[in-house]
């Protein structure tokens, strides 16, 4: 079965500081992964979308890697803020998939603390 | 502006008592779709919506109907909604094959749902 793994669960860092979350995927062929930021209580926005065949997309502070080969993506956020306390879901979307089926991650929750 | 919209945002029922979330989207999109939200479990797809009249399910879709009618909305209806409904649901669209292809989806704000 297709999954996706995120860590660490949850993450407390201090504002300013940077940070680096990470995503593992079984789905293959996939055709793209995406990040989301969800704020508490609030629907998923989009970060950023890379396809196969990038390694890597930016989003202000926010850089998104692709390792195709191992399978893993990570989420870096420079100079943090208070406002990017939230939870970071990492998405990917199998190849082929006519039925526009996506698998979510768990999420990993940053605190930003002052 | 953009947006996707869900109707109630907050609602407590009963076992048994029909119910039915709006969602309805004002960007012309064909990609509909709605999600569960459980702790530990992520966002699962309960169904999805390629055009008006077109609907398949997702991963859970034991318990919920839907219809797409119009293709601006996307209602999810529980017939009989049991305990383990309770959940954070979200609806999301995006234009043609949001998911394979690049397209952003946009999510709902979300409906709290406890069935008591």
């Known amino acids: 079965k297709n999954q996706v793994e995120q860590s660490p669960q949850s993450l407390i860092i201090l504002e300013g500081k940077n940070c680096t979350l990470q995503?593992?995927?079984?789905?293959?062929?996939?055709?793209?992964l995406r990040w989301y930021k969800q704020d508490t209580g609030r629907g998923p926005v989009s970060l950023t979308i890379?396809?196969?065949?990038?390694n890597t997309k930016s989003n202000g502070r926010y850089t998104a890697t692709l390792d195709a080969d191992t399978k893993q993506s990570s989420l870096h956020i420079t100079a943090s803020q208070l406002s990017d306390s939230a939870s970071y879901i990492c998405?990917?979307?199998?190849?082929?998939?006519?039925?526009?089926?996506?698998?979510f991650g768990g999420g990993t929750r940053l605190m930003v603390k002052p | 502006e953009a947006q996707v919209t869900q109707n109630p945002r907050y609602l407590i029922t009963v076992t048994g008592k029909k119910l039915t979330v709006t969602c309805s989207q004002n960007?012309?999109?064909?990609?509909m779709s709605w999600y569960r939200q459980d702790p530990g479990l992520g966002l699962r797809q309960i169904y999805y919506?390629?055009?008006?009249?077109?609907?398949d399910k997702g991963d859970v879709p034991e318990g919920y109907k839907v219809s797409r009618k119009e293709k601006r909305n996307f209602p999810l209806i529980l017939e009989s909604p049991s305990p383990n409904q309770t959940s954070l649901y979200f609806c999301?669209?995006?234009?043609?094959?949001?998911?394979?292809?690049?397209?952003?989806?946009?999510f709902g704000p979300g409906t709290r749902l406890t069935v008591l």
């Open positions: 919506s390629m055009n008006v009249e077109v609907t």
């Open positions: 995503c593992n995927y079984t789905v293959s062929p996939f055709s793209n």
């Open positions: 998405v990917v979307s199998p190849f082929g998939n006519a039925g526009n089926m996506l698998t």
């Open positions: 890379m396809t196969f065949s990038e």
């Open positions: 960007m012309n999109h064909e990609y």
């Open positions: 999301a669209s995006s234009p043609i094959l949001g998911s394979a292809g690049t397209d952003t989806q946009y």
